[in-house]
């Protein structure tokens, strides 16, 4: 019989003293493990979420970090909005001559280029305007370009993919300007499908539902990002929903006049459908995301913020300095928690097995009378040791993930984030040897 067997037969032979001593190993172990995982895996994929093909945000002046939880995250509540016309500075001519000639505008706009045009090309600028909800879920108005240029994941290189359905339309035939995109936990929360008619509430999940219902034509597959948790709306339809008209001085009512009371009629005989789009001065956008080369993103930071017109952020920056001020203090005070509880843990199993180190005196003098040596006694009790830690360390792994995995619905309804039994970060990879 090898020291191992021994080791095991010893461990064996106190089944309740083994059981508990492992268990407070185990415990331990599954507390610390469940704090770095599910901090690691938050902190990866809220980092990893800052972008999502765009490197820029332009909004209202402001906070940079406001910017991008409202713009990005869709968490924070939008301060203010910037005129359509701002918009219309990303554009090139032909763009801004085509949006002048759809809605109707000062043609001026369209004779020539906009101001950051040079700065966009070979990128993207998405507008988004947000301020109403679909249930809990935030709801997003934007262009069809959303779904065709963002992409997500570690690289940047994922093509958002449909569970149900298609995107967006710029106009469809048979739903107008009113076409309704939903991110797969808001469909799968409100249980909504394909074909169904949602009415989104105006400013907050209580507000009052607007009259213009929106079908939905497509729902997202999973994608791990903010996307999830949102519903995505026409732009055009956003702005044809009552009260998103942006008030006009006497001058530019002079344009707008003409469709406001044509659309007011076709909304007093429900004929939501045949809405005509708003004119140029009555569109307002809450935040651009913008794309640049790696060379122009400084340079159109810089001109914007120096405008003092409008703010643009690098979302990438403003999550890194909240996780740095505000975030890791939290996870480190946990952290030197959990590590002292596991601590703790750690002299239960020493004062456990000196204890019956005591108890098997006779055991340890009776092997010593058939020639064992110190150092084949010492291995054994080493090698038991080392069986509760080994039982404890990937018993309290298995239970920590076993939690996490049971409590992924609940973490995914409240952050969006998707975890499973399988889920770990480089913080748990990192300290887990440690620990056990």
């Known amino acids: 019989m090898n020291l191992l067997q021994i080791a095991w037969r010893n461990f064996c032979h106190r089944p309740l003293s083994s059981i508990l001593t492992t268990l407070s190993l185990l415990l331990g172990v599954a507390l610390v493990v469940i704090v770095v995982s599910i901090y690691g895996i938050v902190r990866d994929t809220f980092t990893n979420n800052a972008t999502v093909g765009y490197n ?42 085509a ?26 600028a998405i507008p988004l305007a947000l301020g109403d909800f679909f249930g809990k879920y935030r709801l997003v108005g934007t262009t069809p370009e959303f779904f065709e240029k963002l992409r997500y994941g570690k690289s940047v290189d994922q093509e958002f993919r449909f569970r149900d359905g298609r995107a967006l339309e710029t ?3 048979q739903h107008g300007y009113f076409e309704a995109v939903l991110g797969h936990q808001a469909a799968k929360t409100m249980d909504i499908n394909i074909g169904d008619v949602i009415n989104p509430s105006h400013g907050s999940p209580e507000g009052k539902e607007h009259a213009e219902g929106f079908t939905v034509v497509g729902i997202l597959a999973p994608t791990g990002t903010p996307q999830d948790r949102a519903a995505f709306v026409n732009l055009e339809g956003f702005y ?3 009260g998103h008209a942006n008030d006009v001085d006497e001058e530019d009512a002079k344009i707008t006049s003409p469709v406001a009371a044509e659309n007011q009629k076709l909304r007093e005989q429900g004929r939501y459908l045949e809405l005509k789009p708003l004119t140029i001065p009555e569109r307002e956008v809450t935040a651009i995301l913008v794309k640049t080369d790696f060379m122009s993103g400084p340079g159109l930071l810089n001109a914007v913020n120096e405008s003092r017109r409008a ?47 005591n108890d098997r ?76």
């Open 56 to 97: 820029l945000v332009v909004g209202p002046p402001g906070s940079d970090l406001q910017l991008t939880l409202n713009s990005v995250y869709y968490l924070s509540e939008p301060i203010e909005n910037l005129p359509y016309t701002y918009l219309m500075k990303f554009m090139d001519q032909s763009q801004r001559a």
């Open 99 to 124: 949006a002048v000639e759809r809605c109707g505008g000062d043609p001026a706009l369209g004779q020539v280029g906009g101001e950051y045009e040079s700065y966009v090309a070979g990128g993207y």
């Open 171 to 173: 106009f469809n035939e």
């Open 240 to 242: 044809l929903m009552d």
């Open 311 to 357: 703010r643009a952020a690098a979302p990438v920056g403003a999550i890194s300095k909240l996780m740095n001020l505000f975030i890791g203090p939290v996870a480190y005070a946990m952290m030197a928690i959990t590590l002292i509880t596991c601590f703790v843990a750690a002299v239960g199993v020493l004062v456990a097995i000196y204890n019956s180190m």
């Open 361 to 436: 005196r006779r055991d340890i003098a009776v092997m010593r009378a058939l020639g064992a040596r110190r150092e084949t006694v010492t291995t054994i009790i080493v090698l038991e040791s080392f069986i509760v830690a080994i039982l404890g360390g990937v018993g309290g792994w298995v239970l920590a993930h076993a939690v996490i995995a049971l409590a992924s619905p609940w973490q995914e309804d409240f952050t969006g984030i998707p975890l499973s039994f399988f889920s770990v970060s480089w913080v748990e990879i990192w300290i887990a040897p440690v620990v056990v």
